[in-house]
């Protein structure tokens, strides 16, 4: 059994490990912000280690993200402490499929001279429209 715990790549996340069917069926009932500063967390993302899945949403849960690099980029560092993953292996996360939008995200965590660890993340990109900016916010 993965620990449920709350990592910083930048951006400090509690990381809740769950098994596909909870993942599947999760939702945000209310706003979580409290709960997470109370783990010393800013955000939460739901992963299923068999599956490598990710979801995320906005802390009231009005938004789910279809591909989080932030997100991403804790939960291969959480890989890399508590799963067989090493250093330097690529991990590819899913992510948005439940919200009709599936991504994957490519993580690899290196280390660096000075002993600490370096997250990289990437994957590709599809433009889902444009606009233009008619003047500049007051």
Do not use: K
Not at 85 to 110: D, I, K, M, N, Y
Request: aromatic share 6%; net charge positive.
């Amino acid at each position: 059994q993965m620990p449920v715990q709350t990592i910083s790549t930048g951006l400090r996340y509690l990381i809740v490990p769950v098994e596909s069917p909870a993942l599947a069926s999760a939702a945000i009932a209310r706003d979580l912000t409290a709960l997470l500063r109370g783990h010393g967390a800013d955000f939460a993302v739901l992963f299923d280690p068999r599956a490598l899945e990710i979801r995320r949403w906005s802390n009231d849960g009005r938004m789910e993200d279809f591909a989080t690099g932030s997100a991403a980029s804790v939960v291969a560092a959480y890989l890399v402490r508590h799963a067989p993953h090493t250093l330097g292996e690529p991990v590819l996360l899913s992510q948005g499929r439940h919200a009709g939008r599936s991504s994957q995200l490519f993580t690899r965590v290196r280390t660096g001279a000075a002993a600490e660890e370096h997250v990289h993340i990437g994957g590709t990109v599809r433009a889902i429209g444009d606009g233009h900016l008619r003047s500049l916010p007051a």
